[in-house]
């Protein structure tokens, strides 16, 4: 996954997530105040540029305070296809299993997807 620090980056990407609200909602919100100085310390990340198939945004993993809240561990995505998410869950560092985390999204089969990685890991989704 890259992390976009760049300005003009994160303009592109906020002016391509608004072109598919409501769904990218949840991202576009963090998108925007990373873009306009990041008070809260977050970091957005993309599988690929300027091409991309998955946006995540979370908490920088310096500001991670407690491994097992997982309000703090929040994680908002939006993707293209269901298989970027599931790679994401699936073998990427950016969602790891020491963690305890939510996802929000906004999109149809998130939940699904979410359920199918976990049960092949024999892990439990509340």
Same mark, same amino acid.
């Given at each position: 996954?890259?992390?976009?620090?760049?300005?003009?980056?994160?303009?592109?990407?906020?002016?391509?997530?608004?072109?598919?609200?409501?769904?990218?909602?949840?991202? +576009?919100?963090?998108?925007?105040? =990373?873009? @306009?100085?990041?008070?809260?310390?977050?970091?957005?990340?993309? &599988?690929?540029?300027p091409?991309?198939?998955?946006?995540?945004?979370?908490?920088?993993p310096?500001?991670?305070?407690?491994?097992?809240?997982?309000?703090?561990?929040?994680?908002?995505?939006?993707?293209?296809e269901?298989?970027?998410?599931?790679?994401? +869950?699936?073998?990427?560092?950016? =969602?790891? @299993?020491?963690?305890?985390?939510?996802?929000?999204?906004m999109? &149809?089969?998130?939940?699904?997807?979410v359920?199918?990685?976990a049960?092949?890991r024999?892990?439990?989704?509340?």
């Amino acid at each position: 996954m890259l992390i976009l620090r760049c300005p003009a980056q994160l303009q592109l990407l906020e002016d391509t997530l608004r072109k598919s609200l409501p769904t990218t909602l949840p991202v +576009l919100g963090t998108v925007m105040t =990373v873009a @306009r100085g990041n008070p809260a310390s977050h970091e957005v990340l993309v &599988d690929s540029w300027p091409h991309f198939g998955i946006v995540l945004t979370r908490l920088c993993p310096e500001d991670h305070r407690d491994a097992r809240d997982y309000y703090t561990n929040q994680l908002s995505v939006f993707y293209r296809e269901k298989g970027a998410l599931q790679a994401l +869950l699936e073998g990427t560092e950016a =969602v790891t @299993r020491e963690r305890a985390f939510q996802i929000l999204g906004m999109q &149809d089969g998130l939940d699904e997807a979410v359920q199918e990685v976990a049960s092949a890991r024999g892990q439990k989704v509340e």
